[in-house]
């Protein structure tokens, strides 16, 4: 069985720590992603990789980085925790063509206080 | 303006009712769609997707695309409470090698008894 996993399921850091969330993928592929999902928001896209050691910005970066040392491992960095940052953490993967839809991991539900 | 819109309901059905959930898009030059399912609490599984106009159908469920109008929908037939979740449509606006989804916040639906 394929899967995304996601190191943590709950976590709670306190404001300014430097907070890492690690996902690795076993399906060999391509695309990686991080979304946050907020009530009466949606998912929305920090950051993806479409290759090892790249990275691109999504549609809200700010306050994160990423790091992607080997194709199956992507991970996402909260350089100083801030209460805003308080949300669910997904990580996805997919193939790279059209019909790519994403496996999701598990999720990780960052508490920042 | 939202890239990908979706009523948030809640849409409310009977068992064993058709329920239809829709989704607009704003992307004209989209070529690829999906529709995920979110249970409270757990991340997005992938049920459908569909590239082409018409109809697509696997199982009880049926993904319907209207590329002129820009519509997309999803039907579920004989609908059961464990069909109960949160619908979210997605579209791959890039024609790239970068499978980046924009997903709608997504339509609740709740099946009863």
């Known amino acids: 069985d394929v899967k995304v996993t996601q190191s943590s399921r709950y976590l709670v850091k306190r404001t300014g720590e430097k907070v890492f969330l690690e996902c690795v993928q076993d399906?060999?592929?391509?695309?990686m992603f991080w979304y946050r999902q907020d009530p009466g928001l949606g998912l929305r896209l920090i950051y993806f990789?479409?290759?090892?050691?790249?990275?691109e910005k999504g549609d809200i970066p700010e306050g994160y980085s990423v790091s992607r040392e080997k194709k199956e491992r992507f991970s996402l960095i909260l350089e100083s925790a801030s209460t805003n940052q308080t949300s669910m953490y997904l990580c996805?993967?997919?193939?790279?063509?059209?019909?790519?839809?994403?496996?999701f991991g598990s999720g990780t539900r960052l508490t920042v206080v | 303006q939202k890239e990908v819109e979706q009523n948030s309901g809640p849409l409310s059905v009977p068992e064993g009712a058709i329920a239809s959930l829709n989704c607009t898009y704003s992307?004209?030059?989209?070529?690829?769609f999906f529709w995920y399912r979110q249970y409270s609490g757990k991340s997005p599984e992938l049920i459908m997707f569909?590239?082409?106009?018409g109809d697509k159908e696997d199982g009880r469920f049926t993904a319907q695309l209207n590329k002129a109008s820009q519509y997309v929908s999803l039907l579920i037939r004989d609908s059961q409470p464990s069909d109960s979740a949160t619908y979210l449509c997605?579209?791959?606006?890039?024609?790239?090698?970068?499978?980046?989804?924009?997903f709608g916040t997504g339509t609740r639906l709740q099946v009863t008894l």
């Open positions: 399906m060999d592929h391509e695309n």
């Open positions: 990789s479409y290759d090892v050691k790249m990275k």
């Open positions: 997605a579209v791959n606006p890039d024609t790239g090698t970068a499978s980046k989804l924009t």
């Open positions: 569909i590239y082409s106009n």
């Open positions: 992307d004209r030059g989209s070529q690829s």
């Open positions: 996805a993967s997919s193939v790279q063509d059209r019909g790519g839809g994403y496996t």
